[in-house]
Every structure is written in C-alpha cells, then in structure tokens.
C-alpha cells in the first residue's frame, strides 16, 4: 500500500479581532491510495480548515499556517508557492464542497465549468474538452448529457449539481479527492445515491478520498479509516470497523450514542451536552472536559494536553484519564 | 421573445404619454407665462402672439392639437426663440451633449472600472484605501468645485486647454474630464461593491479549488456578477449623460442641451420644455429597456424566464 498523503502535525489558526483562534492544532493523519479516509466531528472542529489548508484555500489573513508538514509524492504541499499549488489543484487534488446549489457558478454553463481543468491542466481543445465533459457527465449519472452540458447550474436539482460536481473534481483523474461534508445538504434519499457514486468511482478510479462529515453514520458506510476530530484535535483515530467496535474516547463514544438510527425507537434523541469550545479560549488540559459527566471531569487532564496514545494495533485515542476508556 | 419586445414597446409608449400629458398640464399651472417679460407686452401684441401658438384656446383643444403634432412628428417652434424650431435647437445642441456625454462615459468606465476591481481583489491594501479615497473625494466633489479647479490647473496655470467655449477641437476635453471623473467615482464603489459580493461566493473558492488563475477568476468567474451593479446604475444614468449637464455647460459656456432643460422652464417656453422633456423621456425609457436586455443576458435565470 502506497501513502498518498501524509499530513503531520498541521497547525493552523486565525488571527482575529478576539484572539488567535487555533482552528487546527497538531493534526496528523496520513492517505492511502485506493481507501478513504474520514475526518469527523462536530461543526467547527476544524475539519475544513484542515483540508483548506493542504491547498492553500485558507484566506491568509485572517489565516496562518503555524507548522507542521503535508507530503503529497514527493513535495510538501504546505511549502509550495501559490503558482505551485495552482498546478496541483484540480489536476492531482481536487475538492468538492458542502453546498451543491452554491458551489457552481451561476453564470457560467455547466459544460464550460466541468471542462475548465482539462483546459487548464490539460490544455485541451474547447471542443475536445467538452467533449470529454459530456463523458464525465455521463460516468457520474446525468442522464442526457448531450444536452444538459449547455445548461446552466440552476437548471439543475441539489443533487444532479452535486454529480455535476464530482464529474469537473475527477475529469482530470486526481490522485486525491478531498470531499467537504459532499453530502450534508442533501435529502436523505439522494444523500445514499451520491455516496454511492464516490464510492463506486473510488473503487473504479482507485483513488484516495479524505472524506469530512459531522455524521457518524455516513463514515461507517464509506471510509476505512477514521480521524475524529475535537476543538482542532485529533481525539481518536482507527480502522473504521475497529472504531464501532470499541470506540475508546468519551468524545466518539458520545457521537455514537448521538445517531439516530442507533438509537431506540420513543426514546428522546441523545444529543452530547453542552457546546464546543472556544477555539480562541481552549482550555490549558483535555478539551472536552467541560462536556463530561462530573465525576469524568474530575479525572480529566488540566494541567497538559493529552496526547495521543497507540491503544491497540493501529488504533489511536487521546490519553486523558477522564476520556480514554481502556479494557 | 416576440411579445416580450412588443409588450416592453406598448409600456414604452405608455410611459412617454403619461410623460408628455403630465408635463403639458404642470408647466400650465406655473405662474407667468412665455409673453411675460420685464416689460408688459402690449395688449394687442399678446394677443397676436396667443393667437398664433393657439394659447386663446381652451387647454383641452391645445392639449389635444400639440398631442396630435407630437405624433405626426411636428415637435412645435419655441414659444421664447421667435422663429426657431425645437427639433431646430434639439439638433444644435444635442449632438454638443452627446459628445461630452460619450467621452466622459468612456473616461468614467475606463477609470472606475479597473479602480474598482483592483480595489476589490487587493481588499484593505493601500491600493484599495488609495483607490476608494479618491472615489470618496470624486463624488463628495460639487461639479462646481471640480470642474474650476480643472479649469485652474489646465486652463489657467498650465495653459493646455481653453477654459471654456466650444470653438477649438480640444474643448470637449476639460467638460468630459469633470464629469466623467465624477461618475468614475461612482463606478469604482459600484464596482467594488459589487466584485467584493462575488469573489465571497462559494463558487470561486469552487474555482480556486480547480486551479483556476487568479486573473481568470476575476475576469470568466468574478465580472459578470460583479458588474451587475455598475450596470444597472448605468443604464438609467446614461440618459442624464448624454443630454448634457446644466451646471457644465454653465461652467465651461457651452452650447448643448442642459441649458435648455433648465432655461426653458425660466423662461416659460411651454413648447421647449415639452420637446426636451419628451426627449429626455423617450432616452430613458429607451436606455432601461436596453440594461434590461443587458442584465438578461447576463444573468441566465433572467435570459429563461
Ligand atoms: N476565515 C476565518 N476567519 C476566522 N475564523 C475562521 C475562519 N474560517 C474558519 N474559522 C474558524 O475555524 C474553526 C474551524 O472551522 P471549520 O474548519 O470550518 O469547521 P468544520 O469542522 O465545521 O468544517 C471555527 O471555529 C471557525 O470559527
Ligand atoms: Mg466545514
């Protein structure tokens, strides 16, 4: 197995007119070819500021790349130069977003979009590349491609956009897909067709994905290996089926308890007490202290961050004595 | 597409009736009248001249005739101008408008267009602090203030240009430059505006995500929806600009048509005001329905529907 991505120790934080707000802090967490790696958590952990930064979309300022180092082959995406990272974007990495029905240009057609990278990158023909958009629309499941690819984006329904898409992020054949909740804003039932479409293009492209969710859920039915992520830390991270069979950290403990699907029917929805932190204003020991049941609080760490520790063979948890829940 | 055009020609029309009645009855109700002068006229000479413009007629009669004029294409000799034809004066003056109009539009684009976007892709840099004060300054400036001081530096100090008159020319440049300077003003924060609003949208960082250049971001992803502003400010503004300003034309002694707006109602010349009124009406409606074309085809949910 080849490491497609190997991102260590990235810290990012924003300088704001309330503080330094310290949105990544310390993640490390590494890609491989042909499998999907998931980053979950709740909203505002971080998750997107930590795949912005590998390409050099955090608007600096406010932000700022603080340390920490992401090869990807033989370069260290953090240290290239904007003209370098413009080669790589949408050629060898590519992203896809939350919001399909914001993400697309309003203004420009749909062929004209999916087809701007092979222009780009490829420096194709209109005509050529246009051509090979027609394709791409087909592969991801457009029906009528021919005639779709003159439309413009707002002819199209949430979920076809977000197919539109994931035909311009792999029309260049990317090493790396960088999925941003791509299913979030989706209804429930269109939500399963779009996973399934990344996962069927993955296995078929054999492609790495760094998939980012807020729902447990959906990372149990594409990802093989899971980060969760906590106030801009890496709080757990295992080998998907490993991580739902023993979930080690009080934190994916409380997000498992919190999907619906898991949960019995009339009782009330579990939802994890109080908020997320202060990114600005952490406190100095175990960030989600505040949120466990007092006699935990009381074992949490205060004094230092807990760092991660290998629990069993490939399966890594924070080891603050209030959180890690061992054998 | 058809019945849009013809339905958009019936409102225009419309629009110009309403125009044209509420004028014709407006100017009626002002005191005095074109035959009053410092001195009274005598009273057989009033009534020769009533006469002969069909002012000893009831209203409604010369509201209907000057109606029926208007549309055989007679647009009246002026009532203060003895012997002139508006379409005459129209003519002469007109063209000396548009021509400072067009120039000073082409100045006002050629300034505050870039000035707006390079203030917006370089947001909080001294470019943009430098680019928006000077707009600040453009558009707190009277034209009364500008246009001397042009007059004080090019005329007078440096002795380029003719400080005013229409004889040489290169006396349109100093009129153009006031008031194209003032409206670049305007375009730049327009602009601004209007870039800013769009280059936020999740549709450019879909672009920067693709590796799209910065310069091609701004020019395929950015213009189009960042313009939108300057076009629908420009559009309806486009008539006050092609038919001159008062106070320009003031300034600088010329002979085009803003004088006419504002002196005709001075003087009372009901046929005048009616003819540069229905100009400036029929310009306007004309130019609104041209930005809506234009917004249409910028905007593809409009061009459908
Ligand atoms: N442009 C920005 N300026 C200031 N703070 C930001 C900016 N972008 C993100 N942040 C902060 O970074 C933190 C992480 O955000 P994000 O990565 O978007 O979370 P999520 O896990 O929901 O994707 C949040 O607390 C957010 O307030
Ligand atoms: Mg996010």
Not at chain 1, 16 to 44: C, L, P, Q, Y
Not at chain 2, 111 to 125: C, E, F, W
Not at chain 2, 181 to 205: H, K, P, S, W
Request: overall charge positive; hydrophobic content about 45%; glycine content about 8%.
């Amino acid at each position: 197995m080849s490491t497609v991505l190997d991102v260590q120790d990235l810290k990012v934080s924003f300088h704001t007119r309330n503080g330094v707000v310290r949105a990544v802090d310390g993640v490390s967490f590494k890609v491989e070819k042909g499998k999907t790696t998931g980053i979950v958590g709740e909203s505002g952990s971080g998750k997107s500021v930590t795949c912005y930064s590998l390409l050099g979309l955090v608007p600096m300022p406010p932000g700022r790349i603080e340390g920490g180092s992401a090869k990807f082959g033989d370069v260290d995406l953090l240290k290239l130069s904007e003209k370098e990272l413009q080669r790589i974007r949408g050629s060898r990495i590519s992203m896809i977003f939350q919001d399909p029905m914001t993400s697309l240009n309003p203004w420009l057609r749909v062929g004209t979009q999916v087809a701007e990278p092979l222009r780009l990158h490829e420096g194709l023909s209109k005509s050529e590349a246009w051509k090979r958009a027609v394709e791409a629309l087909r592969e991801v499941g457009i029906p009528d491609p021919e005639k779709r690819i003159h439309q413009y984006p707002h002819e199209f329904s949430g979920g076809m956009r977000q197919r539109v898409m994931i035909a311009m992020a792999l029309i260049t054949r990317p090493e790396l897909l960088i999925a941003d909740e791509p299913t979030t804003a989706l209804d429930v039932t269109i939500q399963k067709q779009v996973l399934d479409l990344i996962r069927d293009l993955q296995k078929r492209l054999g492609i790495a994905v760094v998939f980012i969710t807020h729902d447990l859920a959906v990372v149990s039915e594409v990802c093989d290996y899971v980060n969760v992520m906590y106030a801009g830390r890496l709080v757990e991270a295992s080998p998907v089926q490993e991580l739902f069979a023993r979930p080690r950290h009080a934190y994916t403990q409380a997000l498992m308890r919190s999907i619906p699907a898991l949960q019995r029917k009339g009782e009330p929805l579990y939802t994890i007490p109080g908020l997320p932190p202060d990114l600005a204003n952490l406190p100095s020991g175990c960030a989600f202290r505040p949120r466990q049941t007092p006699e935990r609080q009381a074992l949490c760490l205060t004094d230092r961050q807990p760092p991660l520790v290998e629990v069993s063979p490939g399966h890594w948890a924070q080891d603050c004595p209030g959180c890690l829940i061992r054998d | 597409m058809l019945r849009f055009t013809l339905y958009r020609l019936a409102q225009a029309l419309g629009v110009i009736l309403v125009v044209f009645t509420i004028t014709f009855f407006l100017i009626r109700l002002t005191p005095g009248d074109p035959f009053a002068g410092e001195k009274a006229m005598p009273p057989d000479v009033r009534r020769v001249m009533e006469e002969r413009y069909g002012l000893n007629k009831p209203l409604i009669t010369q509201y209907f005739t000057t109606l029926g004029s208007y549309l055989r294409g007679d647009f009246q000799p002026s009532m203060k101008y003895q012997g002139m034809w508006n379409v005459k004066i129209i003519k002469d003056a007109f063209p000396i408008s548009l021509a400072i109009g067009s120039c000073a539009l082409v100045i006002a684009l050629g300034l505050g267009l870039p000035a707006g976007i390079i203030a917006a892709v370089k947001k909080n840099t001294w470019m943009d602090y430098g680019f928006m004060s000077l707009a600040l300054i453009g558009i707190c400036l009277p034209t009364f203030v500008m246009g001397p001081m042009l007059i004080m530096t090019f005329g007078l100090k440096w002795r380029v240009f003719n400080v005013a008159g229409w004889f040489e020319k290169t006396d349109w440049v100093l009129p153009s430059l006031t008031m194209g300077l003032i409206y670049a003003a305007y375009i730049a924060r327009l602009t601004r505006g209007g870039m800013l609003e769009v280059l936020n949208q999740d549709f450019i960082r879909t672009a920067r995500a693709k590796g799209v250049p910065g310069s091609r971001i701004v020019m395929v992803h950015a213009l189009r929806g960042g313009l939108l502003p300057v076009v629908a400010f420009l559009g309806p503004a486009l008539a006050g600009i092609t038919t001159g300003s008062f106070i320009i034309e003031k300034i600088f002694n010329l002979p085009g048509l803003g004088q006419h707006f504002v002196s005709s109602v001075f003087n009372r010349d009901y046929s005048l005001i009616l003819a540069t009124v229905v100009l400036l009406a029929t310009l306007l409606v004309v130019t609104n329905f041209l930005t809506d074309v234009l917004v249409a085809w910028l905007n593809p949910k409009v061009r459908l529907s």
